[in-house]
């Protein structure tokens, strides 16, 4: 029996599951497909991780590692929902709430010194950050907006913030001796086993790691961010906000960078607060408060301190006095430095531009921002953007053209690929990749506090991405554009890698070129301007970049984009979009009993996931539930029954009996499958004959607060009875599995 896989993660997008997986179970199995569930949840992969200190109905399988292994065979039909890439202080608070659960996990050491405490470390290091998506993305990236969600928008067009010639909103980032400029790479003549290895200045040699396979013809980078220049930089960017009268903020990834990513974050945080460890940092470093967990971190650390208030006032002066800090959520009081998976640069980034160029500050008023990000890699392609609105407004939705994107990412391409080679210098002195017979591949002087790091691509998914880029061309029209940095010396080997590739494949008639992430950007959004069509084609970062900087604008959100993984191996992948406002959605339901998680994502990924079994293993039925389904989502939106925000209003489990009810009447009507036609009809029936009373019923579910039993491990039976409230429609839902 043919299989999907539904994954199961986290916070929103779990909730939702609760509520949508039994309807795609039940239209799925009148096309003779099964649905599975695999739990890679962020509580799911941290049991997995400590068998041996559970009971046997504790237990659970390492269904990353078995998905993974999946992925790499013509079988995988995977629908990947967002999950949580981990933070230290979110890791931190899902083992607490296990533990609470009575799961006889260990805490998370702050420093592994025995060898118990640095197992226990090695085993948490692998679920921190992003775990995830590495393991499950043996494909490329092929992202788009659906024509459907397109034309909603332009008929219902989203909030754009108006933009002022005068605002003074930038970007600001490094121009030396960050990862970008100090970069080098080689293309492997040969396969190896290499070592990376510290030498400090006074002989002491360091095997930082050991036997890293690389094949043939693979690129392998290193690169090196040096900590006095990043200091240097981020005192005179606190003095620039505060010199121009705007908001300072931070955007990194501390969660998918998420070892180089937190270090940069707890630069930024001792820089703003300079003076505070100007006084006191020697003992704000010996109790750990070292501001990589952020400003949240230090404030619970403070507690343990004899002088904790008096520090803390320290703080609190600082604040008063230095640049105003752009907010989370300025009711609350928490700061962009607070916490370091709260502001995630490709989503925050686009969502400042959106709201013309302001964050928010501490009185809740929007403001200009000098928005930091320190390694100049990917930066300039938001300054471009900001300056684009400054010359030329904010863009109007109802017009604009799209920017999919094709992306290299397979088999842990590139920089979010380099967790387990990235490394904090111990002490001054040099960092050498060397091959097996001795000789030195790459080398960095180093100083101490540097952050070094390696990353490869393999020469197989190059090829893939090419041939992707150049397919999807082909097939939608539109021109393709390689965003490569001919001054970065990993583009440099892409550039000529691509230049070869491109020669296997029939280009007449395309428009093909390689430009510059700043060129591309600007012919991007000149053409955006214009309602023309662009294909960015980039590597792992700018792909998670472009896809929601773009979608953002374009759609208002990068939920709603189109996101297939052509397997290499021939099974597909199909990922449902962002779940960075996941946790407020949450907290919403606790509060209210309201979702306002949009389930699109989902539902373009399952249609998507169907047409991969009648491509693929000729299921004709599951062609006529794809079309089906695309009809109805179509439907779901032009009558708007999308999730609202506000409780009261239509929510997620709402929008999903809208969806059922919408997916059966296309089935009940279509002529293509006559035993499908007479398996929904009295399905569409009884949902139509009850439509306004099980609608009411959703609605009327609202309001007082609901117990899910858990944030990062709910309760099933509790989530279950909070998504599923209304008997009639799970009756005629669950009737189609009998």
């Known amino acids: 029996m043919a299989k999907i896989i539904w994954t199961r993660t986290d916070e929103a997008p779990l909730l939702a599951t609760y509520s949508f997986k039994p309807v795609v179970e039940a239209f799925a199995a009148t096309a003779g497909i099964e649905v599975e569930t695999r739990d890679i949840s962020l509580a799911g992969r941290i049991l997995a991780q400590f068998p041996e200190r559970l009971t046997e109905e504790q237990k659970v399988s390492d269904a990353l590692a078995e998905l993974g292994e999946l992925a790499k065979t013509p079988e995988a039909n995977i629908i990947k929902l967002p999950n949580i890439s981990a933070s230290v202080p979110q890791l931190k608070a899902a083992i607490k709430e296990l533990q609470e659960q009575g799961y006889d996990i260990p805490d998370l050491p702050d420093a592994a010194e025995t060898e118990e405490e640095k197992d226990i470390l090695a085993r948490y290091n692998t679920v921190k950050g992003s775990a995830v998506n590495p393991v499950l993305r043996e494909g490329n990236s092929d992202r788009r907006a659906p024509i459907a969600v397109k034309n909603f928008v332009k008929k ?144 619970s650390g403070l507690d343990s301190l004899d002088n904790g208030a008096e520090i803390k006032a320290a703080f609190d002066k600082a604040l008063a006095e230095g640049p105003a800090l752009a907010m989370v959520n300025s009711a609350k009081g928490i700061t962009n430095l607070h916490v370091p998976s709260d502001v995630i640069v490709d989503a925050s980034m686009p969502a400042m531009i959106r709201t013309s160029g302001h964050m928010w500050n501490k009185d809740d008023q929007e403001q200009d921002t000098l928005a930091v990000i320190p390694d100049s890699s990917y930066a300039g392609i938001y300054q471009v953007v900001i300056d684009d609105c400054r010359k030329n407004g904010a863009f109007d939705p109802t017009t604009m053209g799209t920017v999919p994107n094709v992306g290299l990412m397979a088999q842990k391409a590139e920089e979010y690929g380099s967790h387990d080679k990235t490394f904090r210098i111990a002490a001054d002195g040099k960092v050498q990749i060397i091959a097996s017979n001795g000789d030195v591949i790459l080398e960095h002087e180093v100083e101490e506090g540097d952050i070094w790091r390696a990353c490869q691509v393999k020469d197989a998914p190059i090829q893939d991405w090419v041939k992707l880029a150049v397919t999807r061309s082909r097939l939608s029209g539109m021109p393709a554009v390689f965003w490569l940095d001919p001054e970065r010396a990993h583009d440099r080997n892409l550039i000529t890698l691509v230049e070869k590739y491109l020669k296997d494949h029939d280009t007449e008639g395309l428009d093909i070129r390689i430009l510059s992430p700043v060129e591309a950007t600007q012919l991007s959004i000149d053409r955006i301007r214009r309602g023309e069509d662009t294909i960015s084609v980039t590597g792992n970062v700018l792909r998670d970049y472009n896809t929601d900087l773009f979608p953002i604008l374009e759609l208002g959100t990068s939920a709603k984009m189109l996101s297939v993984v052509p397997l290499m191996a021939g099974g597909g992948l199909f990922e449902t979009g962002a779940g960075g406002s996941a946790p407020k959605h949450v907290q919403q339901v606790q509060t209210e009993n309201h979702l306002r998680w949009d389930s699109l994502g989902e539902f373009l990924a399952l249609a998507e996931s169907f047409r991969h079994e009648l491509n693929n293993h000729g299921n004709t039925k599951a062609g006529v539930l794809a079309d089906a389904l695309d009809r109805a989502t179509e439907k779901l939106l032009n009558e708007e029954k999308s999730p609202s925000r506000k409780v009261g209003e239509i929510d997620n489990r709402g929008s999903h009996f809208w969806l059922t009810k919408f997916w059966a009447d296309d089935l009940a009507a279509q002529t293509e499958d006559a035993e499908l036609a007479a398996t929904f009809a009295p399905v569409a029936e009884a949902l139509n004959a009850k439509v306004a009373e099980i609608d009411a019923a959703f609605l009327a579910n609202q309001g007082a607060p609901a117990d899910l039993g858990g944030y990062y491990a709910p309760d099933e039976a509790k989530t279950t009875a909070v998504m599923r409230p209304v008997a009639e429609f799970n009756e005629i839902v669950d009737a189609l599995k009998k």
Do not use: C
């Open 156 to 299: 219902f067009p989203h909030r754009m913030g108006a933009w002022s010639a005068d605002s003074k909103t930038n970007v600001a980032t490094m121009d030396a001796n960050d990862f970008r400029h100090n970069e080098k790479s080689v293309i492997l003549e040969a396969a190896d086993s290499v070592t990376i290895k510290h030498i400090a200045a006074d002989g002491t040699e360091t095997v930082l790691k050991d036997g890293l396979k690389l094949q043939q013809g693979e690129v392998l980078d290193a690169t090196v961010l040096s900590a006095k220049a990043l200091d240097a930089f981020l005192l005179e960017q606190v003095a620039r906000a505060k010199e121009e009268g705007i908001l300072f903020s931070t955007h990194l990834k501390a969660t998918m960078m998420k070892v180089s990513d937190p270090i940069i974050f707890g630069h930024v945080v001792r820089a703003f607060f300079k003076d505070v460890y100007d006084q006191f940092g020697e003992q704000l470093l010996a109790a750990g408060l070292d501001g990589e967990n952020g400003l949240a971190a230090i404030y």
